[in-house]
C-alpha cells in the first residue's frame, strides 16, 4: 500500500530538490547572523584568548605563537559543531520545529546540512580572524601556503564536532543540552593538549587523549603550520571514523525518537 501510495507522488524535479537544499542552507546562515548572541562568543572567544596567550603575553616568541595558532584554531571550531548543531537541534526537537520541517516537502537531508553549512561558515570565519591576528598583530612567520592548509583544515574540521553536538542533541531537550556539552566542551580541550604540549600531562590521560577528536585535528592543524605530527593520515581516518560512527548513531536516534 504505502509503496503504492510512493508510486504515485510525482518525483520532485531535480532542480527544485537542489533549490529546497540551497534555501534551507541560506536560511540557516541568515538566521545565526542575524542572532550575534550566539555568533559573537563563539567566534570572539578564541581569537581574544589568542590575543592574550599568543600574542601580547607571548614576548615575541614567533614558534610559540605559530604553536598556538594550530591550538586555537582547533579549540575556535569545536564551539560551531557542538553548540551550534547541539544546542539549537535539542531546542527545536523541544518547540516542535523538527516535526513542522518533515511535514514540508524538502528532502529530509536539507535541515541536517544547511546547519552543516551554518557550521563551516562560522568556523571559517574564526579561522580567518585568527590568521589576521597572527599575519597583523603578531607577524608570526607563515607561508601562505600553510595558512591556506591551517583555514581549509579548521572549516573541516568542524564536522567531527557536528557529528558529536547532533547526537547529544538527539539525546537530551532544550534545557539540559547546553550543560552537557559544556561539560564535554572545556575537558576535551584540555585533555587534548589543545593549551600545552601531551607529553606533560600524565601517562594515562596521554593514553585517552587518542579518543578525542580534537586532539587528532589539533594535530591535523599543527602540521599544517609546520610543526612535525607524524603521518596524516591516521588522524584522518580517525576524524572520517568518528565523524561516521556520531552520523550514524544520531540519525539511528532520530527515526526512533524524532
Not at 570572539?44 to 599568543?54: C, K, S
Not at 601531551?198 to 602540521?223: C, E, I, K, Y
Not at 580517525?238 to 565523524?243: D, I, R, V
Request: proline content about 7%; aromatic content about 12%.
Amino acid at each position: 500500500m504505502n509503496a503504492a501510495i510512493a508510486d504515485a507522488v510525482p518525483a520532485m524535479p531535480r532542480t527544485r530538490v537542489l533549490n529546497a537544499y540551497w534555501q534551507e542552507g541560506r536560511s540557516e546562515v541568515l538566521r545565526y547572523l542575524r542572532n550575534p548572541g550566539f555568533l559573537l562568543p563563539v567566534i570572539l572567544f578564541p581569537n581574544v584568548f589568542y590575543a592574550m596567550f599568543g600574542i601580547v603575553l607571548n614576548h615575541g616568541d614567533g614558534e610559540a605563537a605559530r604553536y598556538m595558532l594550530a591550538s586555537y584554531t582547533t579549540f575556535g571550531v569545536m564551539a560551531p559543531g557542538l553548540f551550534g548543531f547541539g544546542v539549537s537541534l535539542a531546542l527545536e526537537r523541544d518547540g516542535g520545529l523538527l516535526t513542522f520541517k518533515r511535514a514540508l516537502p524538502m528532502p529530509p537531508g536539507a535541515y541536517l546540512l544547511g546547519k552543516m553549512l551554518m557550521a563551516l561558515c562560522v568556523a571559517a570565519v574564526v579561522c580567518a580572524l585568527l590568521l589576521a591576528l597572527a599575519f597583523g598583530i603578531g607577524h608570526v612567520p607563515l607561508a601562505p601556503v600553510r595558512a591556506a592548509a591551517l583555514l581549509a583544515t579548521g572549516t573541516f574540521g568542524v564536522l567531527p564536532f557536528c557529528a558529536l553536538g547532533l547526537f547529544v542533541g538527539t539525546l537530551l531537550k532544550g534545557q539540559g543540552a547546553p550543560g552537557l556539552l559544556n561539560m564535554v566542551y572545556l575537558p576535551m580541550a584540555f585533555l587534548s593538549g589543545l593549551w600545552f604540549p601531551l607529553h606533560m600531562m600524565p601517562g594515562f590521560l596521554q593514553r585517552l587523549a587518542p579518543v578525542w577528536p580534537s586532539t587528532h585535528l589539533n594535530a591535523l592543524s599543527l602540521s599544517a603550520v609546520g610543526f612535525d605530527t607524524g603521518a596524516r593520515w591516521p588522524h584522518v581516518a580517525a576524524l572520517a571514523g568518528f565523524t561516521a560512527a556520531f552520523l550514524l548513531l544520531a540519525a539511528r536516534r532520530l527515526r526512533r525518537h524524532g
